[in-house]
Structures are given as C-alpha cells and as structure tokens.
C-alpha cells in the first residue's frame, strides 16, 4: 500500500504565498518522478511542476514548470524523507484550485512502475 500525504494549502491574498507538502509513504522501493498538478472549477487537470530524482542532473534539467507559474512557484524535494515541496510566491486569484500531488514509483524491485495521487488540497487566492 502506497499513500500521499498532502498538506498546506488553504486560503491567502492576492501576492501572498503558500507552501504544500507531500510525503509518500507505504510500500516503496524507488521513487522516480514526483510533482504537482491543480484542477480549477470547471477545468481539466493541469500541469503545475514536476522534479525527476537524478542526482547527477542540474536542478534546471530536473524541474519542468507550467509557464503560468514559472517565477513563481518552486518544486523541490527530500529523497530522504519520500516528500516533494511546492513553494508558491506572488499568488493569483487564477491559482486557485485543488492540488494533486503525483508519484511515479516502485513498489518492489520486480515490478512495474505507476502512479500515484494524492487525494488533493484546496489552494484559495482571495481578497
């Protein structure tokens, strides 16, 4: 069994900032890929950030941002702690949405990889 823990999100003003965690914790032999996507009222799923674990690659080679938010938000993560940071800065009323953390993985050596999701945290930006 696999679980993402997602926290962090909630509600701030226009040019405020938030910071969303999420640990994968559970049945895990190699954690590849993990990031985040967001999906608003009436919009599909979408892209926010993603980081590959390769530690042999330069920080700009392992990141990839959705344009929208490029400047603004940063991806980061702890190997050591199965986690993935989303740092939001200068927050738009049109981030607003509900973030998915995603984690592509192994659960043994044997296996094949797959996704996983989280179960989503209400991000808010409103005066």
């Known amino acids: 069994q696999v679980e993402l823990v997602e926290s962090g999100g909630g509600l701030v003003q226009p040019g405020g900032s938030l910071r969303l965690s999420c640990a994968a914790a559970?049945?895990?032999?190699?954690?590849?890929?993990m990031g985040w996507y967001r999906q608003a009222p009436g919009k599909q799923r979408e892209l926010v950030a993603i980081i590959k674990n390769e530690d042999t690659t330069s920080y700009q080679d392992m990141t990839t941002y959705a344009d929208s938010v490029k400047g603004r938000f940063t991806i980061s993560r702890d190997n050591a702690k199965n986690t993935v940071y989303l740092q939001m800065n200068s927050l738009k009323p049109e981030d607003t949405a509900v973030y998915y953390c995603?984690?592509?993985?192994?659960?043994?050596?044997?296996?094949?990889?797959?996704?996983?999701w989280g179960p989503g945290t209400q991000v808010a930006v409103s005066s």
């Open positions: 995603n984690a592509n993985l192994r659960r043994d050596w044997y296996g094949n990889r797959a996704d996983y």
């Open positions: 559970g049945s895990i032999y190699r954690l590849y890929a």
